[in-house]
């Protein structure tokens, strides 16, 4: 089967994983720093083997769901008419990953730095990349914000997605401020996508509320 340019380019950043993997092997130790708290600094560890391959596996399972979901969707049809823009979001939340998994080897092997912080710039390149998905995604069972209230009213659904999208890329835009604050950068990640979530629940019933007075 030939794959298209977005498949091809999500099947070599997979490969490059594990390839990094298998690479960086012999010269992580036998224990791997594998999780960092809020201020950045690492709480936990698990053995080599995990703690380079775990993600690697996570990731395939994650990209595999995604490119599965819009083929068993029952509004596939509609997923059709925003798939470069999907196929867009899985690339870059690959190369996300994998980032992460970058900063993950470069710690094991004696780097040390922020982690939080310098994963501030890749959460404000998702944040962005979501917020431009969502002004262009049609009604579907899988991607978006899917509440009783998107789901009963294509209008509902296109207005919360063209503001969430809004409020997602300017909470890319206040995410990097992490950047200049290291200790709360956690914050300028979590807080802007935990309320854009909250927001746009409560604004789409709002809308559909509007509706059916009409």
């Known amino acids: 089967m030939k794959l298209g340019r977005s498949e091809a380019i999500i099947a070599l950043v997979l490969v490059l994983f594990f390839?990094?993997?298998?690479?960086f092997y012999p010269q992580m130790p036998e224990m791997i720093a594998s999780h960092w708290n809020a201020r950045g600094?690492?709480?936990?560890?698990?053995?080599?083997?995990?703690g380079?391959?775990?993600?690697?596996?996570?990731?395939?399972?994650?990209?595999?769901?995604?490119?599965i979901a819009p083929r068993i969707d029952p509004l596939k049809a509609n997923i059709g008419q925003f798939k470069r823009y999907y196929d867009l979001f899985v690339i870059v939340l690959l190369l996300f990953m994998f980032y992460l998994y970058l900063l993950?080897?470069?710690?094991?092997l004696g780097f040390r730095f922020n982690m939080v912080q310098l994963l501030v710039p890749g959460?404000?390149?998702?944040?962005?990349?979501?917020g431009e998905v969502m002004q262009k995604a049609r009604?579907?069972?899988?991607?978006?914000?899917?509440?009783?209230?998107?789901?009963?009213?294509?209008r509902v659904w296109d207005a919360t997605h063209q503001l969430g999208g809004r409020l997602f890329k300017a909470g890319a835009v206040i995410s990097l401020l992490g950047i200049l604050f290291q200790r709360y950068a956690i914050f300028f990640v979590i807080g802007p996508a935990v309320l854009v979530a909250v927001f746009t629940?409560?604004?789409?019933?709002l809308e559909y509320r509007k509706e059916a007075r009409i």
Do not use: H, K
């Not at 380079?52 to 490119?67: D, E, K, N, Q």
């Not at 959460?123 to 979501?130: H, R």
């Not at 009604?139 to 789901?151: K, Q, V």
């Open 41 to 50: 600094q690492a709480d936990d560890y698990m053995s080599r083997f995990w």
């Open 104 to 108: 993950t080897i470069f710690w094991n």
């Open 19 to 23: 390839l990094t993997g298998v690479y």
């Open 123 to 130: 959460f404000s390149v998702l944040f962005y990349i979501i």
């Open 52 to 67: 380079l391959f775990l993600l690697p596996v996570i990731s395939l399972g994650l990209t595999l769901l995604l490119m």
């Open 201 to 205: 629940m409560v604004y789409s019933y």
């Open 139 to 154: 009604r579907n069972w899988f991607i978006g914000i899917r509440t009783p209230w998107t789901m009963s009213s294509d």
